[in-house]
Every structure is written in C-alpha cells, then in structure tokens.
C-alpha cells in the first residue's frame, strides 16, 4: 500500500519558483508505477501537470513544459515538482498522485497542498 | 490535445433515483477512460478504470460504459454519501492527459 504526502511552501511570490515534494510511503518509488501530479486551483476543475515512469520518460502538460521540472530523489522516497516563473494564474491545491499499474490514471492520492501566488 | 467534455455540469436527484453523467472525448481514446469522485475537501478517488472496471472496493452500485468518444457513469440508486464532484480523465494520450469539467451532484 503506498501513502503519498505533498510537502511545500504554502506561499510562493510572483515570478519564483514553486516548489513542491511528495514523499512516498509504504513502497519505494519502484518501476511498474506511473507517479505524477495534478492541481486544482480553488473551486474549479482537475488539471494534469506532469507525471513520469523513470528519468527516461518523464511527460509535462505542453502549456507548462517550459517552466517545469519533475525529478525523482535518488533515495527513491521522494519526487519534486518545481514551477518557475509563477504567477496568480498558479493558485492552486496541488496532489501527487500514483498508478500501480502502470497506466497514467491514479489510484494513489495525497491530500493535497494549497499553494497560493501572490506578493 | 483531446478534449472531454462532461454533461450535466451540475444535477440534483433523490435518494434511490438512477443517475447517469456523460463524457465524451473530442477524439476516439478506445477505452483508455478513467472515472474520479471527488468529495468537498477530498482528493479525488479513482472508481472507474478502463471505461467500466470498477476499481476495487467501490461500491457496485457505481459502473460505467462506453468506448471511442462516448462514455457513462451511472448510479444505480443515489446514495447520501455520493454527493460529490464526479471526473472523467482520458488516458490514451500524455500530451495532454485529460480530465472532464466535472459534474456536481447535489442531493435533493
């Protein structure tokens, strides 16, 4: 069974850089799952921002490829999001979220983080 | 990118009535379609994969249809605890993977 917690800042000014970690529990990320992250800002619907299976195929959302990154710790108990350049427009509650079987849907959710733009 | 489109957006029913929310997919994704719900405050929880697998420990009142572009969730008798926020989410291609707008189900 595998737990899924987001941790970051909860306020990031405009033009920074978000960042956001999400540590995995119970199972270390191992290869076979899909891990990703979708955000949701306040009162609106689900948008996928970015997921991978290993370093070598890793997949953003096109309108946010060029400010994003996704990576994986080596200890393999964690991966990061980091989005640069933010502005309100990325108010959002942000999940991390997993697949074990592989396929990019997800059965595995964090609770989710508030990460609110503004100066 | 595919586009899922969601109808109603928002439907009010009674306890025991059978609901049924569409999506429908601006291109064919076969069955590669995944079904969320999502409770005020919650993260989403998949119930659906596969266009109409239901994930384990969901209720069997939940199921799901469809295959190409048009898809169902259906309940077969509304329940107090399905008041929720209900999302399709294609998953036949990353660029983008999609989700619907949501339909929000209110009980009356």
């Known amino acids: 069974q595998v737990q899924l917690q987001e941790s970051g800042p909860g306020l990031v000014k405009p033009s920074e850089t978000l960042s956001l970690t999400c540590n995995v529990s119970?199972?270390?990320?191992?290869?076979?799952?899909?891990w990703g992250w979708i955000r949701q800002p306040p009162g609106k619907g689900l948008e996928w921002v970015g997921g991978y299976y290993d370093s070598d195929n890793i997949h953003y959302n096109p309108p946010l490829k060029g400010r994003l990154t996704i990576s994986e710790d080596a200890s393999k108990k964690h991966f990061s999001l980091k989005l640069s350049s933010v502005t309100a427009a990325d108010t959002a509650v942000y999940y991390c979220?997993?697949?074990?079987?592989?396929?990019?849907?997800?059965?595995?959710w964090g609770q989710g983080t508030l990460v609110t733009v503004s100066s | 990118d595919i586009q899922m489109t969601q109808s109603p957006s928002t439907l009010s029913a009674s306890v025991g009535d059978r609901v049924t929310i569409t999506c429908r997919a601006s291109q064919s994704i076969s069955s590669w379609l995944a079904w969320y719900q999502q409770k005020p405050g919650k993260a989403p929880k998949l119930l659906i994969y596969?266009?109409?697998i239901l994930e384990s420990g969901v209720p069997s009142r939940f199921s799901g249809s469809g295959s190409g572009t048009e898809f169902t969730l259906s309940i077969s008798s509304l329940q107090p605890d399905d008041l929720a926020t209900y999302y399709c989410q294609q998953y036949q291609s990353y660029s983008p993977l999609t989700f619907g707008g949501g339909t929000k189900v209110e009980i009356k």
């Open positions: 596969k266009a109409s």
């Open positions: 979220a997993a697949s074990k079987g592989g396929q990019p849907l997800f059965d595995y």
């Open positions: 119970g199972n270390p990320i191992s290869s076979g799952f899909y």
